[in-house]
């Protein structure tokens, strides 16, 4: 329902402009409007805890009265100082009874994550407004340590299915576009009709279609851009979008970015309004303009790296070794694989439908890129990979196993998905679908924690498992007719005959093509470079970089030139301590003096002690020889021991032990997380809420 808001309210109260009015017009809520009419004295109090008349505000206040049992008494205790009469019967507990009762509805109406940022840009200026024009003296409290905190890391996490979850931010960023077009509904044609309506929100939401929650935030986003370079833009005009795309061009914008924003343009007006403002005069100009900001005459290539053999092996061999999260991140990677499947593909499958069909893997797809749900039973879409190793270990025992374990834990009934998300130590599961994101930087770790170097590892994308196997049938002289069947780039329109028929097609496509001649002889390759490199099963080598990491980096390793050898140089195993630690070095100095801390990993890559889980490239592997100060033969000044990680544990016998220590405070906590310090927070972004209802998986031998 549209929530209605008189404008000479806000004009008055805060002297918005007339162009102003309309947009605060989305800043109408239950919580504003019972705060506006709360006594003066409720109003001033909550003033010196930074809560102003804004939903945002109100959501802020329930949260911190929640997880603050005091909090409401001395908020009451100091609106009953500020009244004139103190001797008020019942003062306090009035005071009480309101400010409960403020926190209670600001669950009401529409919350803050569904403003756009057009919406977020205007909170700071309608918060100054409200407190000049209402009680300018007023001194706040100033309790910023709430704003940091998120609903999710009190409430508790309830599973999440895929569906449901993209329901929800369909939903979330539908209702964002209506805000944007909601001041301009009546003179806009399609919505104007609606606005009679007895629920006019949902009818213009509905007028998205069917369009998914990618589609629209993409499209928003877009939109809220237009509107920054633009404000006058909307409702659109001939004359406006004219303006508009000169405004592009003073700003300099690029030829793919001005293409994007006129079919946003043309995209909503479709939706929202007409089409006729778009006349070929326009399009004309447009594209006379994106001719003029060309800059590059051509362009470097982003297509997907196909991964090279020594990868495919190392995924194979990762199902059978590691944590068990490790095993199913590589599982999945590895039918992927084997199934040319996208990464969005593997994420809308039933996880409890994975199963063995004879010589392949198979499970089935409710909905694809190309698929919708409405389609699957007339478009089926199958992920098939056959049951071929590359290094001799049968991966898909491996995926299989993980696959029925996770399936049949309680949090994980009815996943709709092959990948949950992981906590911040990666070494648990949380019962909702993995970003794409945090599942190819927890893949690039696990890849190097099975030897594969950081060079090769960067240049992974969940795409590459998708370009292999047609790259390979390319190169082995596999006609183009079926290579098309590999990653389904052609489909029939029979149910049971396009599972039968593909099914046999890519089985033989991958016999065939692993019994090449051009495959055999890179695989003997991979082979001879693998054997020569891999000196036992609990060595951590370091990066194949690191003997020429002066020329790559300016990290803690990167200060004496002596080390620098030649690019012909026979490469040199290094003396990284084995067993199931291993030092390493972060490449930021920190503390006071700035120092580069010494940690412990373990196998998953996490600080033994201090629990320090930074990307890749924020730390070095530490050998003895970097460790040991050549001119005195002692520890090298440079390095502090992390106190943590260091509290159980020490270095190896042969090493010198002498160094000061990396003391972790705890207000230093907000400091390391916002990225500066060596032992800040994982790259991960699940919440401690998160992980204590993560699924703890059954131990490995």
Same mark, same amino acid.
């Not at 929530?3 to 919580?31: I, M, Q």
């Given at each position: 329902?549209?929530h ?17 009015v309309a947009?605060?017009y989305?800043?109408?809520s239950?919580f504003r409007? !019972?705060?506006?009419a ?7 109090? !909550?003033?010196?805890?930074?809560i102003y008349?804004v939903?945002p505000d109100?959501e802020?206040l329930?949260?911190?009265?929640s997880?603050?049992?005091?909090l409401?008494?001395?908020?009451a205790q100091?609106?009953v100082?500020l009244?004139?009469?103190r ?6 507990? +009035?005071?009480i009874?309101n ?7 600001a669950s009401?109406?529409?919350?803050s994550?569904? *403003?756009s940022?057009?919406?977020q840009s205007?909170l ?5 407004? *409200?407190r ?8 706040? /409290?100033?309790?910023?340590k709430w704003?940091h905190v998120?609903? %999710?890391q009190v ?8 569906r449901?979850l993209e329901?929800e931010?369909?939903q ?5 576009i209506v805000?944007?077009f909601?001041p ?12 009679l ?8 939401v509905d007028?998205?279609?069917a369009?998914?929650?990618?589609t629209l ?8 851009k ?11 005009? $001939?004359d &406006? ?6 405004c /592009?061009r &003073?700003?300099n ?5 001005i293409q994007?924003?006129?079919k946003t343009?043309k995209?909503f007006?479709?939706?929202? @309004?007409e089409?006729?403002c ?7 100009k447009?594209?006379a ?5 060309v800059?590059?005459?051509l362009k470097?290539s982003k297509?997907a ?5 020594k990868?495919?092996?190392a995924l ?10 490790q095993?199913h991140l590589c599982?999945?990677?590895r039918f992927?694989?084997?199934?040319s ?7 809308h499958v039933?996880?409890a439908?994975?199963?063995? @069909?004879?010589d392949?893997?198979?499970?089935r =797809?409710?909905?694809?890129?190309t698929?919708?749900?409405? +389609?699957?039973?007339?478009k089926?879409k199958v992920?098939? #990979?056959?049951k071929k ?5 049968p991966?898909?025992?491996?995926f ?6 996770? &399936?049949?834990? $309680? ?5 709709d998905?092959?990948?949950? =998300? ?5 070494g648990?599961?949380i019962p909702r ?11 690039r770790?696990?890849l ?14 969940w795409h590459s ?5 047609? +790259?390979?049938a390319?190169? #082995? ?15 029939e329109?029979?149910?049971d005959?396009y599972v039968r028929?593909?099914?046999?097609i890519i089985? %033989?496509?991958?016999d065939?093509v ?12 991979t082979?001879?470079?693998?054997h020569?490199?891999i000196?036992?099963?609990h060595?951590?080598?370091p990066?194949?970089?690191d ?7 300016k990290?803690?390793? #990167?200060?004496s030139?002596e080390e620098?050898q030649?690019?012909e ?7 990284v ?6 030092v ?8 006071s003096? =700035?120092l580069?801390?010494?940690h412990?990993?373990?196998?998953? /890559?996490?600080?033994v002690g201090?629990?320090? #889980?930074?990307p890749?490239?924020?730390? $070095?592997n530490?050998t ?5 100060d050549?001119s005195?033969?002692?520890a @090298?000044e440079?390095f502090? !021991? ?5 509290k ?19 207000? $230093?906590t ?8 060596s032992?800040s ?7 401690t809420? &998160? ?9 490995l031998?």
């Amino acid at each position: 329902m549209v929530h209605e808001l008189a404008a000479c309210d806000w004009s008055e109260r805060f002297g918005l402009h007339n162009e102003d009015v309309a947009t605060a017009y989305n800043f109408k809520s239950p919580f504003r409007t !019972l705060l506006l009419a709360a006594p003066w004295h409720i109003q001033a109090a !909550l003033l010196e805890y930074d809560i102003y008349a804004v939903q945002p505000d109100g959501e802020l206040l329930s949260l911190m009265l929640s997880n603050d049992s005091d909090l409401v008494t001395n908020m009451a205790q100091r609106a009953v100082q500020l009244l004139d009469d103190r001797t008020f019967p019942n003062a306090e507990q +009035d005071a009480i009874a309101n400010i409960q009762s403020l926190g209670s509805v600001a669950s009401q109406g529409i919350q803050s994550e569904e *403003y756009s940022d057009f919406m977020q840009s205007l909170l700071p200026r309608c918060r100054a407004l *409200y407190r000049h024009s209402v009680y300018p003296t007023v001194q706040p /409290l100033l309790l910023k340590k709430w704003r940091h905190v998120t609903k %999710a890391q009190v409430l508790a996490v309830e599973p999440r299915t895929q569906r449901a979850l993209e329901l929800e931010l369909r939903q979330k960023w539908a209702l964002r576009i209506v805000s944007l077009f909601t001041p301009w509904a009546s003179q806009l044609k399609i919505m104007r009709p609606l606005m009679l309506c007895h629920d006019p929100t949902q009818e213009w939401v509905d007028l998205l279609g069917a369009a998914r929650f990618g589609t629209l935030r993409a499209r928003c986003l877009d939109l809220e851009k237009l509107l920054r370079i633009s404000p006058g833009l909307l409702p659109l005009t $001939e004359d &406006s979008l004219r303006t508009f795309l000169n405004c /592009l061009r &003073s700003s300099n914008a690029s030829p793919s970015t001005i293409q994007r924003y006129w079919k946003t343009l043309k995209y909503f007006m479709a939706k929202y @309004h007409e089409l006729t403002c778009f006349t070929d005069a326009l399009k004309e100009k447009k594209d006379a303009i994106r001719n003029e900001m060309v800059k590059e005459l051509l362009k470097e290539s982003k297509k997907a790296v196909v991964p090279s053999l020594k990868i495919v092996e190392a995924l194979e061999k990762g199902t059978a070794t590691g944590t068990f999260c490790q095993r199913h991140l590589c599982g999945v990677a590895r039918f992927l694989l084997g199934s040319s499947g996208r990464f969005s593909d593997g994420q809308h499958v039933v996880l409890a439908n994975v199963a063995e @069909h004879g010589d392949t893997i198979e499970v089935r =797809a409710w909905q694809t890129k190309t698929m919708s749900l409405l +389609d699957n039973n007339t478009k089926p879409k199958v992920l098939i #990979a056959p049951k071929k190793s590359f290094s001799g270990v049968p991966w898909w025992q491996g995926f299989l196993h993980t696959v029925s374990v996770i &399936s049949a834990a $309680e949090q994980f009934e009815g996943a709709d998905y092959l990948l949950p =998300a992981l906590t911040r130590c990666r070494g648990r599961f949380i019962p909702r679908p993995c970003k794409h994101s945090q599942g190819i930087s927890a893949l690039r770790d696990t890849l190097r924690t099975l030897t594969i170097s950081q060079e090769d590892t960067s240049a992974i994308t969940w795409h590459s498992f998708r370009v292999f196997m047609a +790259d390979w049938a390319c190169r #082995a002289d596999i006609s183009r007719d079926r290579r098309r069947y590999i990653g389904q780039w052609s489909s029939e329109s029979t149910a049971d005959q396009y599972v039968r028929s593909h099914r046999n097609i890519i089985t %033989a496509i991958w016999d065939e093509v692993t019994n090449h001649d051009v495959f055999k002889q890179a695989s003997h390759q991979t082979d001879r470079q693998a054997h020569e490199n891999i000196t036992g099963d609990h060595y951590f080598p370091p990066d194949p970089q690191d003997k020429k990491r002066k020329l790559s980096h300016k990290g803690p390793l #990167a200060e004496s030139s002596e080390e620098v050898q030649s690019d012909e140089a026979e490469p040199v195993l290094m003396d990284v301590p084995v067993g199931d630690l291993f030092v390493v070095v972060a490449k930021r100095k920190t503390g006071s003096p =700035a120092l580069f801390s010494v940690h412990l990993f373990t196998r998953d /890559l996490v600080g033994v002690g201090c629990s320090w #889980a930074p990307p890749r490239e924020r730390y $070095e592997n530490l050998t003895k020889q970097d460790y040991i100060d050549q001119s005195t033969g002692t520890a @090298h000044e440079k390095f502090r !021991l992390c106190s943590k990680c260091f509290k159980l544990h020490s270095l190896p016998a042969d090493w010198p032990q002498a160094l000061p220590f990396y003391q972790h405070k705890d207000d $230093e906590t907000a400091s390391d997380s916002s990225g500066g310090s060596s032992c800040s927070s994982s790259a991960s972004s699940n919440d401690t809420a &998160s992980e204590s209802e993560a699924f703890t998986p059954p131990s490995l031998s």
